[in-house]
């Protein structure tokens, strides 16, 4: 098959991601109908330029590159490690930032993944990221998404370290654990930049 600039934008995206789901494609790459996204899909699958298969029965089939299309792309071929207990916070990361974009807040251009981040640091001992980091009127802004209560020592730390790297940052965070919620509040008040979200809005 002949690739297209958005068959390259759809390899591009689902290598930036840890998981990726058909209808995060759709929004990322600009398709209008989730037929036509599927399609294409299938073609890249058919052709031997992408992979699916199935993590949680209840969950869509995720999407990632097959050796070929790494090697297209000038990436070390390597299986996407797909952390279980990471998954739901993983689809989470994608909705925020398709909501952003979708609210005009960013656009895709200004983004960059986490993935990305570790993959420009290069070896080495794994320093925290936040999910993604965005651009907007000459300020970096951090987004991180947290569903659950990490220690106090290590979710400060976290805060701390977007305090000193990024002129802002966004936490978006599941309203009914009241433990984190108030952990960040109270966070907030020495974290000056700290902008606090409920997952739910997204």
Request: contains cysteine.
């Amino acid at each position: 098959m002949r690739l297209m600039d958005r068959d390259l934008k759809i390899l591009k995206e689902v290598e930036r991601w840890r998981v990726i789901f058909g209808r995060h494609i759709k929004e990322l790459t600009g398709f209008t109908g989730t037929r036509a996204c599927d399609n294409r899909l299938k073609i890249l699958i058919d052709n031997g330029y992408l992979k699916r298969k199935k993590i949680l029965f209840e969950y869509p089939y995720i999407y990632s590159l097959t050796s070929k299309s790494q090697k297209l792309l000038n990436i070390i071929p390597k299986d996407n490690e797909i952390r279980l207990d990471q998954f739901r916070h993983n689809i989470a990361v994608l909705d925020v930032l398709i909501s952003l974009i979708k609210q005009k807040i960013i656009t895709l251009a200004d983004v960059v993944s986490e993935k990305e981040m570790h993959s420009l640091e290069g070896f080495g001992v794994r320093k925290h990221k936040p999910d993604f980091i965005f651009s907007h009127e000459n300020n970096k802004i951090a987004v991180e998404i947290e569903m659950s209560l990490k220690s106090l020592y290590r979710l400060e730390a976290n805060i701390k370290d977007n305090f000193l790297n990024y002129d802002g940052q966004i936490w978006y965070i599941d309203s009914q654990n009241n433990k984190l919620k108030n952990a960040l509040a109270k966070f907030s008040e020495q974290y000056t930049n700290m902008r606090i979200r409920n997952l739910e809005e997204v």
